[in-house]
């Protein structure tokens, strides 16, 4: 065996779930490489295939054995370990018993600490024959799958039944139990195209030994095919990133087919049309330059069929029944307005302890009318929307489309309440943002509807103490609270996050068994700034400096942490961060009462002393100013200007001189200093 070769590993299995496919693909392939590393393993590098029906990782040029290796071990002290008469002691006896040696084999280690005892021992560096069977047994059972299923009379589980497993070096099989199965240089290539076992002899020929069985292993290269075959059979396709992922993750063997359907279908919202294309069927949907759904869709086949007419007869056939259902229950739909449906909504249970929708519903009209008015929109038109936000959960286009959520409600407001467009926005632009950097509200309506909306189930399920615990959040709650601080800092909205609290909470009819829940809340919310901020490339200082003022407002909050940062880069940052820091230090620890009120500028002895005083009152009238404008920025780029009095006070000046007058006005002095500061921040926290 050479010093170096390829290493393949595959895992055949079941059909596995295509929408965590891609997921699992990467995540096995960098458990992989992670434990070659820490194995001290070298390779050049690495790729993944993901299929179906396999998980495969491929890894050139790894070395076939570790590196030989001392390891030295440090035992008990010189000291310790020989009495008076350089005899070893008990301690360096039980030391070289437990290293296998004798006393008098042991070694001196010496650094500028002192001098030990130790032990040296020569490790022979382990074969990959030996170490790649736990590696890959430990990669896959660090892979991400929520719930594992065991099959046949084995104890083992995985996330698919397990069919056959390939482990090679170069052109050696690694003899290994992985999941039930011994490992060899088999595997099967497509269901149907391809018959019998494939003989994979090298780790190189492992894709163009599987091409040849109708499968294209690399999952990356296979969702490109696919959006090149459906552009290239419709160059008007609409493709979704999450839809093509799933759907790489359905085929093998991709071949794309374009079918069409009625155009008296075209009459129902296209949403509904859409989703029952691509939520139902996998389907991609075909628009115009406009944006328009045309009667037509693309699908992508998991096989070449000698009759393509036939499959695309029978694709266009069942989703004709999917758009037929979206027809009829839109219909029958129509024949009720939301505003008739909200008593029905006492039938929906939200929460077993938070009562109903219709509950909620009442709840939302206050809320978004209050918030309304506080960033600008129409309070009436509010409140009738709150009171009409989860009506379309009745209605039947809902109850088949699920995800047509909101947006069954608008169009059921314009076309049956006679809403306007314009109004019943606000219903679909309620859920959003639904997931991370999705599109936020435009209207001010849909603003206060959204915040609303998630400001009511913030309040409830905290005041039921059901707070996200781990990785569950079976409520969506940081997601809530994400959208909540987006809608207001990218939309530039003041609003104080504690007064909402405090209203929402008292249109709650129960009582909450969590009397700390606006707190609780509070907190929640403002601690999923700093995931949002960090991905930004913004210090933990930076907000810990604002995050010191306790402020509520998060637009206000964003504001002073982009003033801070770029207060942060200038070069007296540096030098001011340093000042405050013994500023606050000073004030804490003097605990007698400062009798002065005022500075007293008869009890100045240095002209430090004056200069320093002279420019505190020259910025004192600006810094409040700007601090009322919010124009944090401004005012810390003028702070920055008071280094040189501020360095020279600290150089020429003894603050806790024993003159209690001159102590205390010196204290009051800076004292003022530091509230010039906190009108933006407290930057003695920069580091």
């Known amino acids: 065996m050479s010093d170096q070769s390829d290493f393949l590993v595959e895992i055949q299995t079941e059909e596995l779930p295509p929408k965590a496919l891609l997921r699992l693909g990467k995540a096995f392939h960098a458990e992989i490489e992670e434990r070659l590393r820490k194995a001290e393993l070298k390779f ?39 009495d008076k008469e350089g005899k070893p002691t008990q301690a360096c006896v039980g030391f070289a018993r437990s290293c296998g040696t004798t006393p008098e084999q042991l070694i001196t280690i010496k650094n500028p600490s002192g001098s030990w005892v130790g032990f040296q021992q020569k490790v022979t560096g382990k074969h990959v024959q030996e170490l790649l069977p736990v590696i890959v047994q430990q990669a896959l059972m660090a892979l991400p799958i929520p719930k594992r299923m065991r099959w046949g009379n084995f104890s083992t589980e995985f996330v698919r039944p397990v069919h056959s497993v390939i482990m090679l070096f170069g052109d050696d099989i690694i003899h290994a139990e992985i999941l039930g199965c011994q490992s060899g240089r088999k595997t099967r290539g497509h269901r149907f195209l391809s018959k019998g076992w494939i003989e994979i002899k090298n780790p190189k020929d492992y894709a163009a030994k599987l091409k040849k069985g109708f499968v294209l292993a690399d999952f990356m290269q296979r969702k490109e095919k696919i959006r090149k075959a459906a552009y290239a059979i419709n160059p008007q396709v609409n493709i979704q990133e999450d839809l093509l992922d799933e759907v790489t993750g359905l085929v093998e063997w991709p071949v794309a087919i374009c079918g069409h359907f009625d ?38 086949s998991n096989i070449e069929s000698t009759d393509e007419k036939q499959v695309i007869a029978g694709n266009e056939r069942v989703l004709r029944a999917r758009l037929a259902d979206a027809a009829f229950f839109f219909e029958k739909d129509k024949k009720q307005t939301l505003e008739s449906r909200i008593p029905v909504l006492k039938n929906i249970v939200f929460q077993a302890k938070l009562g109903t929708m219709y509950e909620k519903a009442q709840r939302l009209s206050h809320l978004a009318e209050y918030i309304a008015k506080k960033i600008g929109a129409n309070s009436d038109e509010a409140k009738q929307l709150g009171l009409l936000a989860k009506t379309d959960l009745t209605t039947e286009l809902v109850g088949e489309f699920p995800e047509l959520q909101g947006i069954a409600g608008y169009y059921y407001a314009h076309l049956v309440d006679g809403i306007s467009k314009e109004i019943a926005k606000a219903l679909l632009e309620q859920y959003r943002p ?21 400001i009511d189930t913030l309040i409830g399920v905290f005041g039921i103490n059901q707070q996200p ?10 997601r809530a609270a994400i959208g909540v601080l987006r809608i207001l800092i990218e939309g530039k909205h003041n609003l104080d996050l504690r007064d909402v609290l405090q209203f929402a909470l008292t249109h709650y009819s129960i009582q909450l068994e969590n009397h700390n829940v606006i707190e609780d809340v509070l907190n929640f919310i403002l601690e999923r700034l700093k995931p949002i901020y960090q991905e930004q490339g913004i210090a933990s200082d930076v907000l810990a400096a604002v995050a010191a003022l306790n402020i509520t407002i998060p637009y206000d909050i964003h504001c002073r942490i982009q003033a801070v940062q770029s207060f942060k880069s200038l070069s007296e940052a540096e030098s001011l961060s340093i ?61 920055a200007h008071l280094r040189e009095p501020v360095d020279n006070f600290f150089d020429q000046v003894l603050v806790m001189t024993e003159d209690k007058s001159r102590r205390e006005n010196r204290i009051l002095l ?8 906190l009108h933006v921040a407290d930057i003695a926290l920069l580091q």
């Open 579 to 639: 000042a405050n820091k013994r500023v606050s230090n000073i004030i804490a620890k003097y605990e007698n009462e400062i009798a002065l009120q005022d500075i007293d500028e008869k009890l100045f002895e240095l002209d430090a002393e004056r200069i320093l005083a002279a420019k505190l009152k020259e910025q004192q009238s600006a810094a409040m100013t700007l601090s009322k404008a919010a124009k944090y920025q401004e005012l810390l780029s003028q702070l």
């Open 469 to 478: 615990t781990g990785d569950k959040d079976p409520f969506g709650l940081r």
């Open 434 to 454: 639904r997931f991370a950097n999705d599109n936020l509200p435009q209207t001010s309506l849909g603003k206060a509807l959204a915040i609303a909306d998630r």
């Open 44 to 82: 050049t590098d690495s790729t993944f295939f993901a299929t179906p029906r396999r998980l495969a990782v491929l890894v050139n040029n790894l070395t076939a054995k570790q590196n030989d290796a001392i390891v030295e071990r440090k035992g008990p002290a010189i000291e310790s370990a020989f």
């Open 670 to 677: 800076l004292k003022k200093l530091r509230e010039l500061f």
């Open 263 to 300: 155009e008296k279908f075209l009459e129902v919202p296209q949403e509904a049309l859409i989703s029952a294309m691509q939520d139902h069927q996998r389907y991609f949907p075909v628009m115009d330059k406009n944006d328009r759904l045309l009667p037509q869709f693309v699908t992508i």
